[in-house]
């Protein structure tokens, strides 16, 4: 059990593959997307993992977390059970100063979307701004995955 303190950005272009050390696939859906709590089943290459998330703080930027790494295959069957629209993307690890950014770079109904999210210590700790990061957008629900699995990129206007 954990506080996530985390902050969420657009990105411009793709010059951030260029220097990313690592890159994983991920699948994953959502058992409950409730606004106060969610319970999401990721796969990563070939990890599973269920995540508990609570609501965020006023700024977006802190929520309390729990995750716990099951068997792949189990997680497999518990997509299964998930709400529609499972979310499809590639996630990349780049390294900026003391900080690793987390890309993602959406598929299917998510295709185009590109956020970077960035995990810190305190919710006023600076960090270096790659040329790549775009728009802030940390604390706007419809860029949090469980609303991309509701309502997806492709049919924003």
């Given at each position: 059990?954990?506080l ?15 220097v ?19 319970v ?30 099951i ?16 979310i ?29 999210e960035?995990e ?34 492709s049919?924003?206007?």
């Amino acid at each position: 059990m954990s506080l996530e303190i985390e902050r969420k950005f657009l990105v411009k272009n793709d010059d951030f593959k260029k220097v990313a050390f690592q890159q994983k696939i991920l699948q994953q859906g959502y058992l409950n997307s409730d606004k106060h709590r969610t319970v999401r089943i990721r796969i990563a290459d070939n990890q599973g993992f269920i995540t508990i998330k609570g609501v965020s703080n006023t700024s977006g930027t802190t929520r309390f977390e729990w995750e716990k790494e099951i068997d792949v295959q189990e997680a497999k069957q518990l997509l299964t059970l998930c709400e529609p629209n499972i979310i499809e993307k590639t996630r990349f690890l780049v390294k900026k100063g003391i900080h690793i950014f987390e890309i993602d770079e959406f598929f299917g109904a998510n295709k185009g979307l590109l956020i970077a999210e960035i995990e810190l210590n305190s919710e006023n700790e600076t960090f270096e701004k790659p040329s790549w990061l775009g728009e802030e957008v940390t604390g706007n629900s419809k860029y949090y995955n469980a609303s991309l699995s509701k309502l997806p990129f492709s049919s924003w206007k």
